[in-house]
C-alpha cells in the first residue's frame, strides 16, 4: 500500500520517544517567549522623521523661501526613500521636515540624509551655516510622567525636588530620557545697575566677557618638585553668587572694580517663561511641575513603567516632603500591561469554550487530544514572534485569537479520522493509525495552504496599516503553519494513546450504516444522476450568493467612500495624511502645514517639486476651529489656511 508524506509523517513520530520530548520543548520556550517578550500597547511602526534647523539670521520669509529652502526641498527630493517634505520660514529662520517611507530604516535614511547634505553644502548662500538635524522616532514620546505639587511650595521649591527626582529615573534600565517640565530653574543673575557702571567707567561688554573667562576650567600646565610632577589647572567654575560677585572686571584708581561692584548678583530662581498649576476646575491651583519618560526603542513598557513607579515610592521622604503630592499622570506600561492581561484573559476563554465545544461533540479523551495543538502551537508562534522582534502588545495577541478556531481544525480532522478507523476494527491499530492520518493527509494540507493564501496578502498592505498589521498575518500564517505540523506529528502519537480506549467500548464502525452518510447519500444521488437537477442546484447557489451582496448594500452595511483635502496652496492630499502629519509631530505640522503670520509654509511630495515657488503670509485663521469648506468646482473639502 503506497502512503504519502502525512502518513510517512506520522508513523515516524507515532511510537518515538522524542515526539513527547519536542511537545514539551515547544510548550517550554513558549513560556520562555511570554516571559522575555518586551509589552507595550500598541505595535510599533518606523516612520523615519528629521527636523532640519535652518537659522538665516537677517533674511526675510520670502528671502529664505527663494535662496534656502527651495533648493534644500530639491536636494532632498533626490533621495532614496524621501516620500514627503515640508517646509516653513518665518523671518530669520527656516525649517524643514523631511518624512521617508514607511517602514525605512532609521539609521539608514538619517545616513543618506547627512550625505546629501555634505555633498551639496557648497551650494549653500554666504552667511548659511550647515542645519541641524534631529531625528524625530516614536520613542520620543513620554510614555511615563509625574506631576509633583504641594501647595506649600513655590515652582522654585518643586523644579528642585523634580530635578533630584530626574537622577533617579535616569538611574533605571531602559529609560531613554527625562525631561523636566514646569518650574523656575535655578539660575544666578547679574542685575547691572546704569548708575554703577557711568560711576565706574565700565563697559557692559567687558562685564559679560570677564565672566566668560572666570567661569571656565583648563589645565594649563605642570612643573616638577622633587621626585613629583605637580599639575596646575584654572578654575573652578563659578558656583555661588559670591564667586560671580568677586569677579575683577576692571581697575579704576588703583581700585579693584568687581561685579558687585556695579551690578546685584542673584542666586534664585530664574525669570518665569510660563506658568503650571494643578487643581480641580473652579477650585484651588497649586503650582506644578512635571517629569516626562521616554524610554529606549523595543524596551519593556511593563517593566519599566513598575521601576519607575518604584523609584517614586521610595523618594517619598526623602526627595519629596510628605505634604508633596507626586502624581503619575501617564504610565502606559500599566495601561498596556492591563490590555496584554485582557486580551490574555479573552485568548484562554476563547481556547477553553473550543475545548468544551469538542469535548461535547467528540468526547473528553478527543478533547484533550485536540486541545493539545492550541498550546503547543501557540507556544512556537509566540517564540518566532520573539525572535522576529515583535513586541506582545494587542495586535500580535488579536492574532492568535483570530486563529483560535483555526488551528485545531487539522487536529479535530486527524483525531476524529482515527477515532474512526480505530472502532473500524479492521486492521492492527499501527496500521489504523497511519492509514487514518495518510487518509486525510493530503486534504488537510491543501486546506492549510488555502487558508494561508487567504491570509498572507495582509502583509503587502501599504502606508501605515502594513506595519501596523503585519503582525496579523505574520502571526496566522504561523500558527496554521504549526498547527499542520503539530496535527502530523503531535495528534497521532496522542491520539494513538487514548482513543483506542475509547474505541473499544463502542460498537463495530460501519460507515454505510451511520445517519450522516444516509442523509448525505440521499441528498447527493439524485443530484448526481441528473444534470438538470444539479444544474438548478447550482444557479439557485447563485442566486442567494447574488442575494447576500445586494443586500449587504441595501442594508448599509458595506459602504465606499473617499474624501479628500485640499490646503491654500490647492495640494490635494488624503485625509489619512493629514491626520498622520498632525498626529505624528504636532510642532512641525503647524509650522509646516499652517504658516505663522510672520512666514509661510508648505507640504509638498518629494516626486513632485515646484522650481520656483514664493512665499506668502497666511491668514489669520484657526484649522481646527474653521471647519472644511465644499468646493463648488470639484467638489472636494477644502480646509482654509490657519496661524500657527
Same mark, same amino acid.
Given at each position: 500500500?503506497r502512503?504519502?508524506l502525512a ?6 513520530f507515532?511510537e518515538?520517544?522524542?515526539t513527547p520530548?519536542?511537545?514539551?520543548a ?8 511570554v516571559a522575555?517578550?518586551p509589552? +507595550? ?8 522623521l ?11 520669509p520670502?528671502?529664505?523661501e527663494?535662496?534656502l ?5 530639491e536636494v ?11 517646509s516653513h520660514a ?10 521617508f517611507?514607511?517602514g525605512?530604516?532609521?539609521? +539608514?535614511s ?7 547634505l ?14 541641524l538635524?534631529?531625528a ?5 514620546v513620554?510614555f511615563?510622567?509625574?506631576a509633583?505639587s504641594g501647595?506649600?511650595y513655590d515652582?522654585a521649591?518643586l523644579r528642585?525636588?523634580a530635578e533630584?527626582?530626574?537622577? @533617579?529615573?535616569e538611574a533605571v534600565p /531602559? ?5 523636566v ?5 535655578r ?6 545697575s ?9 563697559d ?9 573667562e ?12 622633587g ?7 584654572a ?6 553668587? @559670591? ?6 572686571? /576692571?581697575?579704576?584708581g588703583g581700585?579693584l572694580?568687581?561685579?558687585a /561692584?556695579?551690578?546685584?548678583?542673584? /542666586? ?5 517663561s ?6 480641580p476646575?473652579?477650585g484651588r491651583?497649586?503650582?506644578l511641575?512635571s517629569?516626562a ?20 515610592d521610595?523618594?517619598?521622604?526623602r ?17 498596556a500591561?492591563d490590555k496584554?492581561n485582557?486580551?490574555?484573559?479573552h485568548?484562554?476563554l476563547a481556547?477553553?469554550a473550543?475545548g468544551i ?7 473528553w479523551r ?7 495543538a492550541v ?10 514572534y ?7 502588545n494587542?495586535?500580535t495577541l ?11 481544525d @487539522?487536529s ?7 477515532h ?9 491499530l499501527?496500521a489504523a ?19 494561508i493564501?487567504a ?5 503587502f498592505?501599504?502606508g ?18 504549526f #498547527?499542520?505540523?503539530?496535527a502530523l506529528i503531535?495528534?497521532p ?8 480506549v475509547?474505541?473499544?467500548?463502542? +460498537?463495530r464502525?460501519?460507515l454505510?450504516?451511520t ?5 448525505y447519500?440521499r441528498l447527493m ?16 447557489v447563485?442566486?442567494l450568493?447574488?442575494? #447576500?451582496?445586494?443586500s449587504l448594500?441595501?442594508?448599509?452595511a458595506v459602504?465606499?467612500r473617499?474624501?479628500?483635502f485640499?490646503?491654500?496652496r490647492?495640494?490635494?492630499?488624503e485625509s489619512? @495624511?493629514r491626520?498622520l502629519?498632525l498626529?505624528?509631530?504636532?510642532r512641525?505640522?503647524s509650522?509646516?502645514l499652517?504658516g505663522?503670520p510672520?512666514?509661510a ?8 517639486r515646484?522650481p520656483?515657488?514664493r512665499a506668502t ?13 465644499t ?12 496661524s500657527?
Amino acid at each position: 500500500m503506497r502512503t504519502d508524506l502525512a502518513g510517512r509523517l506520522a508513523g515516524t513520530f507515532l511510537e518515538s520517544k522524542l515526539t513527547p520530548l519536542l511537545l514539551g520543548a515547544a510548550v517550554a520556550i513558549g513560556v520562555w517567549s511570554v516571559a522575555t517578550m518586551p509589552s +507595550e500597547e500598541e505595535p510599533q511602526i518606523v516612520v523615519p522623521l528629521a527636523d532640519l534647523y535652518l537659522p538665516f539670521p537677517g533674511r526675510s520669509p520670502e528671502e529664505i523661501e527663494n535662496r534656502l529652502l527651495i533648493p534644500v526641498e530639491e536636494v532632498l527630493s533626490g533621495i532614496e526613500g524621501v516620500e514627503y517634505i515640508y517646509s516653513h520660514a518665518e523671518q530669520g529662520f527656516g525649517l524643514v521636515t523631511v518624512r521617508f517611507e514607511v517602514g525605512r530604516d532609521m539609521e +539608514e535614511s538619517l545616513v543618506r540624509l547627512y550625505t546629501a547634505l555634505l555633498k551639496h553644502a557648497d551650494a549653500m548662500p554666504p552667511g548659511f551655516a550647515m542645519p541641524l538635524v534631529k531625528a524625530v522616532t516614536i520613542d520620543d514620546v513620554p510614555f511615563f510622567t509625574v506631576a509633583v505639587s504641594g501647595e506649600r511650595y513655590d515652582h522654585a521649591a518643586l523644579r528642585a525636588m523634580a530635578e533630584e527626582l530626574e537622577s @533617579d529615573f535616569e538611574a533605571v534600565p /531602559d529609560v531613554r530620557e527625562v525631561t523636566v517640565i514646569g518650574g523656575s530653574p535655578r539660575e544666578i543673575r547679574v542685575e547691572l545697575s546704569a548708575e554703577r557702571l557711568a560711576a565706574f567707567g565700565v563697559d557692559p561688554r567687558v562685564i559679560v566677557a570677564r565672566l566668560a573667562e572666570a567661569n571656565a576650567a583648563a589645565d594649563v600646565g605642570e612643573y616638577t618638585r622633587g621626585n613629583e610632577v605637580v599639575r596646575v589647572s584654572a578654575g573652578p567654575f563659578l558656583a555661588t553668587a @559670591d564667586d560671580v560677585g568677586r569677579v575683577v572686571v /576692571d581697575v579704576r584708581g588703583g581700585r579693584l572694580v568687581q561685579v558687585a /561692584d556695579v551690578a546685584e548678583v542673584v /542666586d534664585g530662581p530664574g525669570e518665569v517663561s510660563s506658568y503650571t498649576f494643578h487643581g480641580p476646575p473652579g477650585g484651588r491651583m497649586d503650582p506644578l511641575v512635571s517629569l516626562a519618560v521616554a524610554k529606549r526603542p523595543g524596551a519593556d513598557a511593563s517593566r519599566v513603567g513598575e521601576a519607575l513607579e518604584g523609584k517614586l515610592d521610595a523618594a517619598r521622604g526623602r526627595i519629596l516632603p510628605l505634604d508633596v503630592r507626586a502624581d503619575v499622570t501617564r504610565n502606559y506600561g500599566e495601561t498596556a500591561r492591563d490590555k496584554i492581561n485582557t486580551l490574555k484573559e479573552h485568548l484562554l476563554l476563547a481556547i477553553l469554550a473550543v475545548g468544551i465545544v469538542v469535548a461535547l461533540s467528540m468526547g473528553w479523551r478527543a478533547g484533550i487530544v485536540v486541545m493539545t495543538a492550541v498550546p503547543v502551537t501557540f507556544a512556537l508562534t509566540l517564540f518566532v514572534y520573539h525572535v522576529f522582534g515583535y513586541t506582545l502588545n494587542r495586535v500580535t495577541l488579536f492574532a492568535l485569537i483570530f486563529v483560535t478556531g483555526i488551528v485545531i481544525d @487539522d487536529s479535530i480532522i486527524v483525531a476524529e479520522n482515527m477515532h474512526r478507523h480505530f472502532a473500524m476494527r479492521d486492521r492492527p491499530l499501527r496500521a489504523a493509525a497511519r492509514a487514518a492520518v495518510d487518509e486525510v493527509g493530503n486534504p488537510t494540507i491543501l486546506a492549510t495552504l488555502t487558508v494561508i493564501a487567504a491570509v498572507l496578502p495582509m502583509l503587502f498592505v501599504s502606508g501605515l496599516m502594513g506595519p501596523y498589521m503585519s503582525p496579523m498575518p505574520i502571526g496566522a500564517t504561523v500558527a496554521i503553519t504549526f #498547527s499542520l505540523l503539530v496535527a502530523l506529528i503531535g495528534t497521532p502519537w496522542l491520539a494513538f494513546r487514548l482513543l483506542p480506549v475509547e474505541a473499544e467500548h463502542e +460498537e463495530r464502525y460501519v460507515l454505510e450504516e451511520t445517519r450522516t452518510y444516509r442523509a448525505y447519500r440521499r441528498l447527493m444521488t439524485p443530484l448526481l444522476a441528473d444534470t438538470h437537477r444539479m444544474a438548478w442546484a447550482l444557479a439557485i447557489v447563485g442566486v442567494l450568493l447574488l442575494g #447576500s451582496m445586494i443586500s449587504l448594500g441595501f442594508l448599509g452595511a458595506v459602504r465606499f467612500r473617499s474624501r479628500l483635502f485640499s490646503f491654500h496652496r490647492g495640494l490635494k492630499f488624503e485625509s489619512r @495624511d493629514r491626520a498622520l502629519i498632525l498626529g505624528t509631530s504636532r510642532r512641525a505640522a503647524s509650522k509646516a502645514l499652517i504658516g505663522p503670520p510672520s512666514g509661510a509654509g508648505r507640504r509638498t511630495p518629494a516626486a513632485a517639486r515646484s522650481p520656483r515657488r514664493r512665499a506668502t503670509p497666511a491668514a489669520p485663521s484657526a484649522l481646527r476651529d474653521s471647519p472644511p469648506a465644499t468646493d463648488p468646482e470639484d467638489g472636494l473639502a477644502r480646509v482654509p489656511p490657519a496661524s500657527a
